[in-house]
């Protein structure tokens, strides 16, 4: 979905159906580029290694662990989160330069 997603959204694109969830896109992001790295697909994935037993075993598990502690993993996901809540400040809520949003108010989620 990601290599789908990225090449086509603009500054001022919407995005409507996708989780723009920062935890799922950061998630997303090392899982794409560890795939593309090694040439592999999502099709290559087991369920039982991406998903483990939910506690201390398999990849996703592993990540969200990792948004946890201080550490690259946890940079990119702050970096993500910013991100995100650039994209959703309202017009109500801002005023727009050419390249950025300034929101006078938190974005509510």
Known sequence: MLRTLVPSI????????????????????IVEAWLSANGKSFAQLTPAAYV??????????????????AGPTRE?????????????CSPARSTRTSSSCRCSTPPTT
Do not use: H, P, W, Y
Not at 19 to 28: C, V
Not at 52 to 69: A, F, H, K, P, S
Not at 79 to 88: D, G, H, N, P, Y
């Open 52 to 69: 483990g037993n939910g506690v201390d075993t398999g990849t996703r598990t592993l990540i969200r662990q990792r948004m946890e502690q």
């Open 10 to 29: 603009g500054e001022e694109s919407t995005v409507s159906g996708a989780n723009l969830d920062a935890r799922d896109m950061t998630e997303t992001l």
């Open 76 to 88: 990119l996901f702050q970096m993500v989160e910013r991100l995100i809540a650039r994209r959703t």
